[in-house]
């Protein structure tokens, strides 16, 4: 398989944890034991690179975390890696520790990181991509996506109790800074009356007519999804103007927040994360480098990291389409 070059290997998780990371890390600590490859585990990141916190993993030591949500790993930011100075000091440590490979498990930042790195100083990378946005370009899905929607979804279904028995308007923010996949799938999946993503334009008469046929076809309670960052306005202010313009209305707000990112990984999220983990060191045994292990179709593919990094995953205009249609 072209891996007599490859002895040691190292991997860390950086930027937000996600549901799945843990599943990720055992995937590459097992695949690469098995090849006879040594796994060094990175803490904290990439200012753990720079600092040397490091560890050696064998098989036991990912034993039961399968099943954990967060990082075993941790993560934390690195204003010493954004230089280059911090730069040459993690890749002393490598050449010291004998890392001649990096998985590195994250999201966009990550990768971007991941990149320079590489660039700089040749060590071989190869990208995971472990975010509960599903924003990254290269995979059908991230790790933690599946497990956010679910941890999302059944909060909303509990919330609609509360609107239902008070005939309530609840305005629910999901994540999503810059990707509306949360909002838009756990709003399907949920019967909102409307969701607003920032990747579409939307506007207040729509929004306001939208109710408005809302009450006309009889409903006395409403859902509303909204992506943190939907660009009309804050959720908080959406519920403020809807209250001027429905002044007996009775509006809710509730923010989702962290409890997305925290749980027990799904099954979807624990496999998924297993092929990825499997897949990026298997890649690297091959001699690839600056490019992501994901998913296309169910199959195990290898994207430049750069075009990883540079275009995004694109909302299914069928499904705003669908979330239209089903909220009559």
Not at 15 to 40: C, F, K, Q, W
Not at 167 to 191: K, P, Q
């Amino acid at each position: 398989m072209g891996n007599h070059k490859l002895k040691k290997i190292g991997v860390l998780t950086s930027g937000g944890d996600s549901p799945g990371m843990n599943a990720a890390i055992r995937a590459v600590v097992r695949t690469a034991l098995y090849h006879g490859v040594e796994v060094i585990g990175i803490r904290e990141g990439y200012d753990g690179l720079v600092q040397a916190k490091f560890t050696a993993m064998g098989a036991r030591s990912v034993s039961n975390i399968i099943d954990l949500g967060g990082t075993i790993l941790k993560s934390a930011r690195s204003d010493a890696f954004r230089t280059e100075e911090g730069r040459q000091k993690a890749y002393e440590n490598c050449k010291n520790h004998g890392i001649d490979g990096l998985v590195v498990i994250g999201g966009d930042g990550t990768f971007t990181g991941a990149q320079i790195f590489s660039e700089e100083h040749g060590i071989k990378v190869i990208g995971v991509p472990g975010t509960i946005d599903n924003d990254i370009f290269g995979t059908d899905s991230t790790i933690g996506f599946d497990t956010a929607l679910n941890t999302a979804m059944d909060a909303i279904d509990k919330i609609r109790d509360t609107a239902t028995s008070h005939n309530r308007i609840f305005f629910i923010e999901v994540m999503g800074r810059d990707a509306g996949f949360i909002a838009l799938h756990s709003g399907i999946a949920t019967g909102a009356v409307d969701i607003l993503i920032p990747e579409q334009k939307d506007s207040f008469e729509e929004f306001y007519k939208t109710l408005e046929e809302s009450h006309k076809r009889g409903k006395v309670s409403n859902i509303v999804i909204v992506a943190e960052g939907e660009q009309l306005a804050t959720t908080y202010e959406l519920a403020d103007k809807t209250k001027e313009k429905f002044p007996n209305a009775d509006i809710r707000v509730s923010v989702l927040g962290h409890i997305q990112r925290g749980g027990r990984p799904s099954c979807a999220d624990r496999v998924l994360a297993s092929r990825l983990g499997y897949g990026a060191v298997i890649g690297l045994m091959k001699g690839l480098t600056n490019v992501m292990a994901g998913l296309r179709s169910n199959q195990l593919v290898y994207t430049p990291i750069e075009d990883a990094i540079k275009k995004h995953n694109e909302i299914n205009k069928e499904l705003l389409t669908v979330g239209e249609v089903l909220a009559l």
